[in-house]
């Protein structure tokens, strides 16, 4: 999975991560809503369960989660 630290604009532009839950670390947040605006993708799922599972079994503890519109 990609690695590179990109803006939240930037990610949705990208057609496969479109209608997936993404895992992002390394995140800048929103000082207003506390939601992630940067951050580098490093898993995706269209499922949110399996998504948390892999995240959680990987050791992964500090990404946000977000979901990527279409």
Do not use: Y
């Not at 630290?5 to 809503?33: H, P, S, V």
């Amino acid at each position: 999975m990609q690695q590179q630290r990109m803006k939240w604009e930037e990610i949705c532009r990208r057609a496969e991560w479109r209608g997936q839950w993404l895992a992002l670390d390394d995140c800048a947040f929103d000082a207003e809503t506390g939601q992630p605006i940067e951050g580098a993708v490093v898993d995706a799922d269209s499922s949110l369960v399996d998504l948390c599972q892999r995240i959680r079994a990987n050791g992964q503890r500090h990404c946000a989660i977000r979901f990527c519109e279409n």
